[in-house]
């Protein structure tokens, strides 16, 4: 199970409704997932390259960030959070 607080989704994208949240959280990532999958997402829609959505947790993740249309909030890395892995 997650251990993602409503917090934690809300740092990252907002805003969410509850039901959304509820959903991201129901996936079972981590906070390293949702960082990961926010930053994928925040680079695909500036880039306008729509890539292959990774599987699994992450995946699901960014799914759902695109079926609401989420506004993922800038970090101090930038917007697109880093590249480095």
């Known amino acids: 199970m997650s251990n993602l607080t409503r917090e934690q989704v809300l740092a990252h994208v907002h805003p969410l409704d509850d039901a959304t949240i509820a959903e991201i959280i129901a996936t079972g990532a981590t906070a390293g997932d949702l960082a990961t999958a926010c930053a994928f997402y925040a680079r695909d829609r500036a880039l306008h390259a729509h890539q ?9 993740v ?12 800038p ?3 930038g917007e697109a959070g880093s590249t480095l892995a």
């Open 62 to 73: 960014i799914s759902i960030l695109e079926g609401v249309g989420a506004a993922v909030q």
């Open 75 to 77: 970090t101090v890395l």
């Open 52 to 60: 292959d959505v990774p599987v699994g947790r992450v995946g699901e």
